[in-house]
């Protein structure tokens, strides 16, 4: 009987005689791995948001113009404004309504006190006194504005009386006006009236 050596391989596997039956290894179970994980997303650039803001405010700005220049095309120019206006039948105008001034009131010669304001007195025994007053005014009524009166007086109670002077008036003051007189004695009493009054302007 013959014999067949076998060959050893270095890794430990026998070569099989030649016409025997070959033998093969057990297979391994194949290895079991875990799904993988979804990738994250990847985040866009800044300049893709600010290209695609800038593209919608183009397509606004382009609208909001093709509407002003649609709607501009049916609005009348200002050179055929200001034609329409020069071929219209001008506006009726209005009489301007005229106010009447208030009617001068003259006042009354009763409304006006006078009396002397003695400035300087010098008496001289029985040859009596030099005298100088000024008048005072007091105005019992009011004096329609804007006018000017003359108020004539007289005054009594003195040597070669009466003497008669004016002065001016108006609304808000009068003339001061003053006098120099004698009187027959210290004891004498001047007097002074108002005995007309007249319109001046007004």
Same mark, same amino acid.
């Given at each position: 009987?013959?014999?067949?050596?076998?060959?050893?391989?270095?890794?430990?596997?026998?070569?099989?005689?030649?016409?025997?039956?070959?033998?093969?290894?057990?297979?391994?179970?194949?290895?079991?791995?875990?799904?993988?994980?979804?990738?994250?997303?990847?985040?866009?650039?800044?300049?893709?948001?600010?290209?695609?803001?800038?593209?919608?405010? #183009?397509? *606004? &700005?382009?609208?909001?113009?093709? +509407?002003?220049? @649609? $709607?501009? %095309?049916?609005?009348?120019?200002?050179?055929?404004?200001?034609?329409?206006?020069?071929?219209?039948?001008?506006?009726?105008?209005?009489?301007?309504?005229?106010?009447?001034? #208030?009617? *001068? &009131?003259?006042?009354?010669?009763? +409304?006006?006190? @006078? $009396?002397? %304001?003695?400035?300087?007195?010098?008496?001289?025994?029985?040859?009596?006194?030099?005298?100088?007053?000024?008048?005072?005014?007091?105005?019992?009524?009011?004096?329609?504005?804007?006018? *000017?009166?003359?108020?004539?007086?007289?005054?009594?109670?003195?040597?070669?009386?009466?003497?008669?002077?004016?002065?001016?008036?108006?609304?808000?003051?009068?003339?001061?006006?003053?006098?120099?007189?004698?009187?027959?004695?210290?004891?004498?009493?001047?007097?002074?009236?108002?005995?007309?009054?007249?319109?001046?302007?007004?």
């Amino acid at each position: 009987m013959l014999l067949h050596r076998r060959r050893t391989l270095d890794h430990g596997a026998t070569t099989p005689a030649p016409g025997a039956p070959v033998s093969y290894p057990p297979s391994y179970p194949q290895p079991q791995y875990p799904p993988a994980a979804p990738l994250p997303p990847v985040p866009r650039p800044p300049w893709v948001w600010i290209g695609t803001g800038l593209a919608a405010l #183009a397509i *606004v &700005v382009a609208g909001v113009v093709a +509407a002003v220049v @649609l $709607t501009g %095309k049916d609005e009348p120019s200002r050179v055929e404004q200001a034609l329409a206006e020069a071929t219209q039948d001008p506006a009726p105008t209005t009489e301007a309504t005229t106010t009447e001034p #208030a009617p *001068v &009131v003259t006042p009354s010669l009763s +409304a006006i006190r @006078l $009396t002397p %304001k003695i400035l300087d007195k010098h008496c001289f025994g029985s040859a009596g006194c030099n005298v100088e007053f000024e008048i005072d005014m007091s105005l019992g009524v009011m004096v329609t504005g804007g006018t *000017v009166w003359r108020v004539t007086y007289e005054v009594t109670g003195v040597e070669d009386a009466p003497v008669i002077g004016s002065f001016e008036l108006d609304d808000s003051s009068y003339d001061r006006v003053t006098e120099l007189v004698q009187t027959a004695s210290s004891k004498a009493k001047i007097k002074i009236r108002a005995t007309e009054i007249e319109l001046l302007s007004s």
